[in-house]
């Protein structure tokens, strides 16, 4: 198992994390906080000596930026970026090919290690290509995920998308973690949902969650 | 004792007030459950939105008239409309680069904004006499100058930009947010229309209705109508689901 880096989630993802050689996707509106999971993944991974790949649409000083102010500061200890910008690689999402190919050199080059991706570019590439397109992409990526010690975390956002995408994108991965503000006659609640994780019990209850500078606080919704 | 034409200004005014209360109701309901700040001031700018269009209506539809008799109220309305319009638009536009996949600063609008907010405020202050500045022709040509800013900054960013980040976005639940939001401000445009060509006494030649009555119903019915589309504008800045798994569309 992988720690998610956030004790809470691991409880809540089977006990101690996501599963070895699995792909997770987290699935959310956005502004509800979904990118703090890719965070403490990496930041998780870095402590414990994994290698860390992180592929994003952004450029480094932003997500360094976004990460800080979900409390985290990655220090000296900093993940190899695929981003737009400040990366070791350029990440270019009009680019397929080429970021298929960067990402398998990455992960060939550093096989004897753990791995942790994170991949935030996948509403992008819905956006820039035919779902088709990006469901091929992701299988080849998987495939190599399955080879190798490495376990993806990818965010996808929700509403943004035809919803017949992003269904099919879930049946995709192994697991699914949903962010979704929930409305209850006039209240509006964010809750957090396991929709499936590979080897573990389907979960059918809502969780409660917020974020703190020290990782996230989840509690059972009661309805 | 209220004539019919003052119960109806007070009925009409109030149930356009509920509404749009119970938009901005919603977009700060809905913020409260956002995490990311970019996301959350967009919905605090809708929120503003319908705030500013509450009480521009206030004194639109005479309201005001029954609680404030000075010109302040009025001139206090014209100030929060244009910085509210224009922080919704500036929001939204940050929030359009976002949600583009190849995150285009449209217009260098992270530049752009900045020179606008200075020269809005600028604008606000000296029209507002928050300064003196020299009395006679002088003064009356900066005044027109500095209102015509304050107020022609907000309305055509938001009248030009909007609809080109509505165009150009892919994101269906913000394209479905500004949607609603656009239909919110043809209701206040077509009131405006509607209360010009249809003051006390008739426009000769244009269009003449004499009835106040009539006139006033036509305002409310706009005004409502623009509350109501606010009202599901801030309902879409994010998917919302009901536990019986229904999206709202």
């Known amino acids: 198992m992988v720690s998610t880096g956030l004790s809470s989630l691991d409880q809540l993802v089977g006990g101690d994390g996501y599963p070895d050689r699995s792909v997770v996707l987290a699935v959310g509106a956005p502004g509800l906080g979904k990118e703090a999971l890719s965070y403490w993944f990496t930041h998780s991974g870095l402590l414990q000596g994994d290698f860390c790949l992180y592929v994003t649409r952004h450029s480094v000083s932003e997500v360094l930026k976004n990460a800080k102010a979900f409390g985290l500061d990655f220090g000296s200890r900093v993940p190899f970026w695929i981003a737009r910008d400040g990366g070791e690689l350029k990440c270019n999402v009009k680019d397929l090919t080429s970021l298929s190919f960067n990402i398998k050199e990455v992960l060939r080059k550093n096989s004897d290690r753990r791995i942790r991706i994170v991949v935030d570019t996948l509403s992008a590439l819905l956006m820039l290509n035919s779902p088709e397109t990006i469901y091929n992409f992701l299988s080849t990526l998987f495939d190599d995920v399955k080879r190798y010690d490495v376990v993806l975390l990818g965010t996808v956002e929700d509403g943004m998308h035809q919803p017949q995408t992003l269904v099919a994108m879930q049946e995709l991965f192994d697991g699914v973690v949903e962010f979704r503000l929930y409305e209850e006659g006039l209240r509006v609640t964010p809750l957090l949902r396991i929709r499936k994780m590979l080897g573990v019990q389907p979960q059918p209850g809502y969780y409660s969650f917020s974020f703190t500078s020290s990782g996230m606080e989840v509690s059972a919704y009661a309805k | ?249």
Not at chain 2, 51 to 61: M, N, P, T
Not at chain 2, 94 to 119: C, G, M, N, T, Y
Not at chain 2, 121 to 133: A, D, K, R, Y
Not at chain 2, 152 to 157: F, R
């Open chain 2, 1 to 249: 004792m209220l004539s019919d034409y003052d119960v109806e200004v007070l009925i009409g005014g109030l149930a356009v007030l509920a509404v749009y209360g119970y938009a901005a109701f919603w977009a700060f309901n809905i913020r409260r459950g956002l995490t990311v700040k970019l996301y959350r001031n967009q919905t605090l700018g809708i929120g503003l939105v319908a705030i500013g269009l509450a009480y521009f209506s206030f004194v639109f539809d005479k309201l005001l008239s029954f609680v404030v008799t000075s010109s302040l109220g009025t001139d206090i309305g014209f100030a929060i409309l244009p910085l509210v319009l224009f922080y919704f638009t500036d929001q939204s536009l940050r929030a359009a680069r976002e949600s583009d996949p190849l995150e285009r600063d449209q217009f260098h609008w992270s530049k752009l904004r900045i020179v606008l907010w200075i020269a809005i405020l600028i604008s606000l202050i000296i029209t507002g006499n928050l300064v003196s500045p020299t009395s006679g022709l002088v003064f009356a040509i900066v005044d027109v100058a500095t209102a015509f800013i304050a107020l022609g900054i907000p309305l055509a960013s938001s009248a030009i930009l909007l609809p080109l980040a509505w165009t150009r976005s892919s994101d269906i639940t913000f394209r479905r947010h500004l949607k609603w939001f656009g239909l919110s401000a043809i209701s206040i445009g077509l009131c405006f229309v509607w209360a010009l060509l249809t003051p006390p006494g008739g426009v000769p030649g244009v269009f003449v209705i004499s009835n106040a009555f009539v006139s006033l119903s036509g305002e409310f019915v706009f005004l409502l109508l623009s509350a109501y589309f606010l009202y599901r504008s801030a309902r879409a800045v994010v998917p919302l689901y009901s536990f019986k798994e229904k999206i709202e569309t």
